[in-house]
């Protein structure tokens, strides 16, 4: 089973926020995993103090761990992820004890679980082992297979076991934006037991973060990088880890580093993307499962925000903007007029119990509205010795299916276009995520001039697949993850774009290396 992207950026308006909604559109604010091989933990006083809603699992069964992570006979996608692959929590804290045993126990689907969640929007964080396996190696070349590879540097051993560490905070470290840690810019007396730093000699990510720094004289660690963060996408999570210890503290400057360090981590989740812009009258629905691999299609998880737009031109009467919900479960609609719409911040809502909703909009203005379906159903959580086990109608872990229509009209008389549009559907983009090519099919209905191509995160154009008049065909294109140089692209989160004469339509595909 492949593992989803979240949805697709439209270039034309794409907007990016930070983060000002809360826990709004996803289930919880943490998940602390303690699986195989790492410390199980079930308590987490920063969690507890910054008033968090977070889940936890502490087993040494892989079953267990598999069960929650990758999937379960009631949970295709694992507690992670969303059916279109989107986080369902704001961040994943990783504790210590081994990294590449644990990251082994995972095994390689369970690894695109975490890696998935990051690229598709949560942050990271991680003590000692967790820091490890954001790492590509603890090694001076070659990749670990066991880590996630996710900050694309390298970690290097202290070698320096169960005893208590200083840190130096860097000047200018966003930590200082939470506490100001007495203000003498250090920190002292932080557990370590084996952890890493981060090595600024090789490979080293120039976007990378120096929070905190080493103070353990006569080590190599002295001075190296004990703390730090890395965002490799507005549409990534942000990475933020850290070599020790201070996650079990209850009080004082360490409560407050780790508390910092979760609260920089969440200030850093992926911006909201909008799935599709609606057509005049055409009902959209979304009713595919994770095993589908139509993300843009893809059923809606409990306590998710899917976004979308409407482009109203001038003088409209009306537009009137209908949910059908999957019976027996409650949606809410939300439509704003300048930006993503959420529940206290949108414009209009409907929030009534059920899933069929309606709201009207007399004169509204032209331009871009935003529109948000909320599956506001979810699951009972209890906790166990191991973790926590769902009970209620768990139909919503693989996701509700529903039928959004947006439908206006105007006063004035359209203008009959000269030409005829062009017509083309994409079919789909799989497997996505992929590490070696993935493939794109389009059902042309045009001889229009046609080109196709590959885009970063950021825009820039990496490799053209197609120039050409298609005609009335299906045609495949396949992308083998280089550059119009033949060089290998790193990992992250690309764009298949289609152009055909007056028509552009996005696919977002994850490469993962």
């Not at 694309?152 to 169960?162: F, I, K, M, N, V």
């Not at 609606?278 to 595919?288: A, Q, W, Y």
């Amino acid at each position: 089973m492949k593992i989803n992207g979240a949805g697709i950026l439209l270039f034309s308006f794409a907007i990016l926020i930070t983060n000002c909604y809360g826990t709004q559109g996803f289930y919880k604010d943490l998940f602390m995993d303690g699986g195989v091989k790492l410390t199980s933990r079930i308590t987490l006083p920063a969690a507890d103090s910054l008033d968090f809603d977070w889940e936890f699992l502490a087993t040494e069964s892989e079953t267990t761990q598999s069960s929650v992570m990758i999937e379960s006979p009631d949970d295709e996608n694992g507690a992670l992820l969303y059916p279109d692959g989107a986080p369902r929590f704001r961040a994943f804290y990783s504790n210590g004890g081994s990294a590449t045993r644990h990251g082994n126990s995972l095994g390689e689907e369970g690894r695109n679980r975490v890696r998935a969640f990051y690229y598709n929007g949560g942050s990271y964080t991680g003590s000692c082992a967790g820091a490890f396996l954001a790492s590509i190696s603890y090694l001076s070349s070659g990749t670990c297979e066991a880590y996630y590879r996710i900050w694309p540097g390298r970690t290097a051993s202290t070698g320096l076991s169960d005893t208590y560490t200083g840190h130096f905070i860097e000047t200018g470290s966003p930590l200082l934006d939470y506490f100001d840690f007495g203000g003498d810019m250090y920190i002292d007396n932080i557990y370590h037991n084996g952890g890493c730093f981060a090595r600024e000699d090789i490979d080293y990510p120039p976007e990378t973060e120096v929070l905190l720094l080493y103070d353990y004289s006569g080590r190599t660690m002295h001075m190296k990088p004990s703390c730090w963060a890395y965002k490799g996408s507005a549409m990534t999570g942000r990475i933020v880890v850290i070599g020790s210890h201070p996650e079990g503290v209850y009080s004082g400057e360490r409560l407050n580093l780790t508390e910092a360090i979760f609260l920089y981590a969440l200030d850093g989740i992926g911006a909201p993307t909008v799935k599709v812009e609606l057509e005049n009258g055409i009902p959209r629905t979304m009713d595919r499962y994770t095993s589908d691999s139509l993300p843009d299609f893809a059923r809606i998880g409990d306590k998710q925000y899917h976004h979308f737009t409407v482009d109203l031109p001038m003088d409209v009467n009306e537009i009137r903007v209908i949910l059908n919900g999957e019976s027996g479960f409650d949606f809410n609609l939300y439509i704003d007029s300048t930006d993503f719409a959420f529940e206290g911040s949108a414009d209009f809502s409907d929030l009534s119990p059920g899933a069929d909703k309606v709201i009207s909009i007399i004169e509204p203005d032209a331009g871009i509205w935003f529109i948000s379906v909320e599956c506001a159903s979810t699951v009972t959580a209890t906790p166990v010795s191991w973790g926590y086990e769902y009970s209620g109608d768990l139909a919503v872990l693989d996701g509700l299916s529903y039928t959004i229509t947006a439908t206006w009209d105007t006063t004035t008389v359209a203008v009959p276009e000269i030409d005829k549009p062009t017509d083309f559907v994409i079919e789909g983009n799989y497997p996505n995520p992929f590490n070696s090519s993935t493939r794109l099919v389009v059902e042309f209905d045009s001889s229009d001039e046609t080109e196709i191509d590959i885009l970063a995160a950021d825009g820039r154009l990496v490799k053209n697949l197609y120039r050409g008049c298609p005609g009335a065909n299906e045609m495949e294109f396949t992308w083998h993850a280089d550059d119009n140089l033949g060089i290998d692209a790193p990992s992250g989160v690309y764009f298949f774009r289609v152009r055909s004469g007056n028509k552009q339509e996005i696919k977002r595909a994850l490469l993962i290396r």
